[in-house]
C-alpha cells in the first residue's frame, strides 16, 4: 500500500468511505477532540476548506479519544458539535485509535510513511495534521500546535501541482 487510496474508513453516519473517491485530490488529514486545548482549530481547518474546497483541497476529519479522553462522546455527539460550535462542513470519520495495536490501517500507513521528531511514529496529541498530495502520497506531517493557517503555503504548492 504505497497511497491512501488503499484505505476507507467509516463517516460518521457509518458509511463506508474509501478514501480512493478523493483521487486526484490534495488532503488534509487530522485528528481531531472536541474537549482539547487544540479543539478551536476545528475553525481555521473549515476556514481552509472553505477557501481551498473548489481548488481540491479536502480536509478529512477523525475523532480521537486516546489523549486525555478529549473526545467521549458519540459519533452524533462529534458531529451536532463539529456543525454548531464551528459550522464543519468538511468530512468527518467515525473515532478511531490512531495508535497502539487497534490503530486504523490509514494512520499506521500516515505515520511510517511521515515519521515525526527523531523518526518517532507515534501521534503525540490531538491535531496532529499529514498533508497528501494528489497523487495520494503523504508529503508533510504538522504538530498539534501548528495552526491551519500556518499551511497554507504548503498546500497551495501542492494545488498548484
Given amino acids: 500500500m504505497n497511497t491512501v487510496y488503499a484505505f476507507s474508513a467509516p463517516a460518521l453516519t457509518g458509511e463506508e468511505?474509501?478514501?480512493?473517491s478523493y483521487r486526484g485530490k490534495v488532503l488534509l488529514v487530522v485528528n481531531t477532540a472536541s474537549k482539547c486545548g487544540f479543539t478551536p482549530?476545528?475553525?481555521?481547518?473549515?476556514?481552509?476548506y472553505k477557501h481551498y474546497r473548489e481548488r481540491g483541497l479536502e480536509v478529512l476529519g477523525?475523532?480521537?479519544?486516546?489523549?486525555g479522553l478529549q473526545e467521549p462522546g458519540s459519533e452524533a455527539e462529534i458531529g451536532a458539535f463539529c456543525e454548531r460550535n464551528y459550522g464543519v462542513?468538511?468530512?468527518?470519520?467515525a473515532k478511531i485509535e490512531v495508535n497502539g495495536d487497534h490503530a486504523h490501517p490509514l494512520y499506521r500507513y500516515l505515520k511510517s510513511e511521515a515519521p515525526g521528531v527523531l523518526g518517532t511514529q507515534a501521534i503525540k496529541w490531538n491535531f496532529t495534521k499529514f498533508l497528501v498530495g494528489k497523487d495520494g502520497?503523504?508529503?508533510?506531517?504538522?504538530?498539534?500546535?501548528?495552526?491551519?493557517?500556518?499551511m497554507k503555503t504548503d498546500i497551495e504548492k501542492l494545488l498548484d501541482e
Fill in 41 to 48: 482549530q476545528y475553525q481555521g481547518l473549515e476556514d481552509l
Fill in 62 to 67: 477523525f475523532p480521537c479519544n486516546q489523549f
Fill in 137 to 150: 502520497k503523504v508529503r508533510n506531517r504538522y504538530a498539534p500546535n501548528t495552526t491551519p493557517a500556518e
Fill in 89 to 93: 462542513t468538511f468530512p468527518m470519520f
Fill in 17 to 20: 468511505v474509501r478514501l480512493d
